[in-house]
């Protein structure tokens, strides 16, 4: 089991991974958060007139810290600026836990308004979100403010430096720490003004006469994901009253489901803000907006128990850069609550995966749908 205490040179605060689980056996927060916060120390970078934004931490643990810095200085709080629904719940959980006001939040299809002065920016795993953030973000920037990227030695390569070096102009770095190091930029734009519109990508699928639209953060931004298009190939036959897309991503199997059962009740959840803002455009354009509604969730917490007939789900096999299957089993273990007594839980998956054996755990009959060499269909039932 991990302890949950983060020790920085600001204090010290418990910090913990969203849901809280009494075996946590993953941190909340890492090394290069902690080599951020006590650079921020040791350089006294903080004070009454810091204007802090963080940007893409898991958890709220650097901008918890640099919530408890700021209290005695009596400084505005930081912002923190997330595509993620458990960073938001992060950010509420260990604010609340260790007695300290929660910063505000900003979904990443909104910009926060400026000016900053100082940014703590987490890079993600995706290159499309990073440039679309720091395109936005540039222009929220006071001149002269100072960007520290805290990073994992092991996540930086030639290629992620030189798109940094493309976006930033020259950086710096600090030494490593405990495999952690610190990179530096400078904003020497001018001053403050308007940011640019959210970058989108917009792909259709004919077969189906659906065309969608992508903010930078949504899986499968560029392309229909392979597992998705197996299970629209393998499309249960319903009829089905009330239908949940489990991960909707952009919309695509809620959207597919709200045409097939026009009498059906669609509800898409995810846990990326611009998932679900993405999946509610969708629904409109393709003209199924009255049936659907799109809800940034972890999994299916609080969502009442026996009200779907038909799950779909096509999981996701990682959280950030953290891979496994903890979070397709929450949804698995959900699910088997959420469904009426008759009902359905369609899962798309990689073969490798070994869903079917897993579905058990919760379902009496697992039935694999169809054949195909890479990924497998499940249908599963109570
Ligand atoms: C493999 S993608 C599937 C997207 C879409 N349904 C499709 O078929 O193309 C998995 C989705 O699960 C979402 N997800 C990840 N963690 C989640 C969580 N804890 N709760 C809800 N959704 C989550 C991801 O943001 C992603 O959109």
Same mark, same amino acid.
């Given at each position: 089991m991990i302890p949950p205490v983060m020790m920085s040179a600001f204090g010290e605060l418990d910090i913990r991974r969203v849901p809280?689980?009494? =075996?946590?056996?993953?941190?909340?927060?890492?090394q290069a958060d902690l080599l951020a916060l006590d650079y921020l120390k040791t350089q006294s970078l903080?004070?009454?007139n810091s204007a802090v934004l963080v940007v893409?931490?898991?958890?709220g643990a650097m901008t918890c810290g640099i919530t408890q810095a700021l209290l005695p200085l009596q400084g505005p709080l930081p912002v923190l600026w997330s595509d993620s629904h458990m960073a938001h719940l992060g950010l509420q959980q260990n604010a609340g836990a260790n007695g300290l006001p929660t910063a505000c939040f900003v979904q990443a299809q909104n910009t926060p308004q400026g000016p900053f002065n100082i940014v703590i920016l987490r890079l993600p795993k995706s290159h499309a979100l990073l440039c679309d953030q720091v395109q936005r973000m540039l222009p929220q920037l006071a001149p002269g403010a100072v960007i520290i990227m805290p990073v994992m030695? =092991?996540?930086?390569d030639n290629a992620l430096y030189q798109l940094l070096e493309s976006l930033f102009g020259p950086l710096t770095t600090s030494l490593a720490r405990k495999k952690a190091r610190l990179i530096f930029a400078i904003n020497d734009l001018a001053g403050a003004g308007d940011s640019p519109k959210p970058q989108e990508n917009f792909w259709s699928i004919p077969s189906l006469a659906l065309s969608l639209q992508h903010f930078?953060?949504?899986?499968?931004r560029t392309k229909l994901d392979p597992g998705a298009q197996v299970l629209l190939d393998q499309f249960p036959q319903g009829p089905y009253s009330c239908v949940i897309d489990l991960?909707?991503?952009?919309g695509v199997q809620a959207i597919a489901a709200a045409k097939k059962w026009p009498n059906a009740r669609v509800i898409g959840y995810d846990e990326s803000y611009m998932s679900v803002a993405s999946a509610t455009i969708n629904a409109a354009n393709n003209e199924v907006a009255e049936q659907c509604k799109f809800i940034a969730n972890d999994?299916?917490?609080n969502v009442g128990p026996q009200t779907a007939d038909l799950i779909l789900c096509n999981p996701p096999f990682h959280q950030e850069r953290v891979v496994g299957d903890q979070i397709a089993m929450r949804m698995f273990a959900q699910s088997a609550q959420v469904l009426t007594q008759n009902g359905e839980l369609w899962v798309v998956g990689?073969?490798?995966?070994?869903y079917h054996a897993k579905l058990k755990r919760w379902f009496r009959q697992v039935e694999q749908i169809g054949a195909h060499p890479k990924f497998v269909v499940l249908k599963a039932k109570l």
């Open positions: 809280f689980t009494r =075996k946590e056996m993953l941190s909340a927060f890492d903080l004070s009454t893409n931490e898991t958890f030695v =092991k996540h930086i930078s953060g949504v899986f499968g991960g909707c991503g952009n999994c299916l917490t990689n073969r490798h995966l070994g």
